[in-house]
């Protein structure tokens, strides 16, 4: 069975510092895709990034950085200089494929908390 | 473009009631997921629909239901409500075709009492 983990349940930092956000995952196919989610007080998942096995490329859009590695299973996040609005909840996910449809693994999420 | 929209955002129900829920999808987005949401468990597949047929189905018991109509909107219908039921309920929409990004609603709020 496929699995996600998210050993961080909480993190602080105060505004301007770094902060990694953790996650490692199970899946025995050879295809597959991460995620990562962004869940602000309003409720709503927002879509951060997707990543497929095959592509272990590092990605920076901004602020964020993704680490990838398959050898070690795990697919980390770094937000550089934190903002007070970067307080969310962040999930990481990887994507089953079943009968053709797309089912979302969620890791338990890092509820982030940056302090002005 | 419009995002996905859920209706309502809240809701209270008594225990044994029945639930209905609703998604109206991006358009052209012809995949809607539904996820529960709760402190406990997490995030938690519940099932998705394509072309209004189930594809996949999370493990919940036969009170969790759903459906989708030709215009790709989808409900879902919890029976003989209990008071674990209560939590957030997010519907995801995507292309359908392939590992695509799936977009969330802002979810119902499902209060059991």
């Known amino acids: 069975a496929q699995k996600v983990t998210q050993a961080q349940t909480e993190i602080s930092v105060v505004e301007k510092e770094d902060v990694t956000l953790d996650c490692v995952y199970e899946t025995r196919d050879t295809t597959y895709y991460l995620f990562w989610y962004k869940q602000p007080p309003s409720g709503e998942l927002v879509f951060l990034i997707r990543?497929?096995?095959?592509?272990?490329q590092n990605e920076i859009s901004g602020r964020y950085s993704w680490n990838f590695q398959k050898s070690t299973s795990s697919f980390n996040f770094t937000i550089t200089a934190s903002q007070v609005v970067d307080s969310a909840v962040y999930f990481c996910a990887l994507s089953e494929k079943i009968q053709g449809a797309q089912k979302l693994v969620f890791g338990q999420g890092t509820r982030l908390t940056i302090n002005p | 473009k419009a995002g996905v929209t859920q209706t309502p955002r809240y809701l209270i129900k008594t225990r044994g009631q029945q639930v209905t829920l609703s998604c109206s999808p991006i358009s052209g987005h012809r995949s809607v997921s539904w996820y529960q949401q709760t402190p406990g468990q997490g995030l938690q597949f519940l099932f998705e629909y394509f072309s209004e047929t189930q594809r996949n189905k999370g493990n919940f018991p036969g009170r969790f239901s759903g459906r989708q109509f030709s215009n790709s909107r989808s409900e879902m219908n919890v029976s003989t409500l209990e008071l674990g039921d209560s939590a957030l309920y997010l519907c995801?929409?995507?292309?359908?075709?392939?590992?695509?990004?799936?977009?969330f609603g802002q979810g119902t709020r499902l209060t059991v009492v």
């Open positions: 990543r497929n096995s095959f592509d272990e």
């Open positions: 995801a929409s995507t292309h359908g075709q392939g590992a695509n990004e799936a977009f």
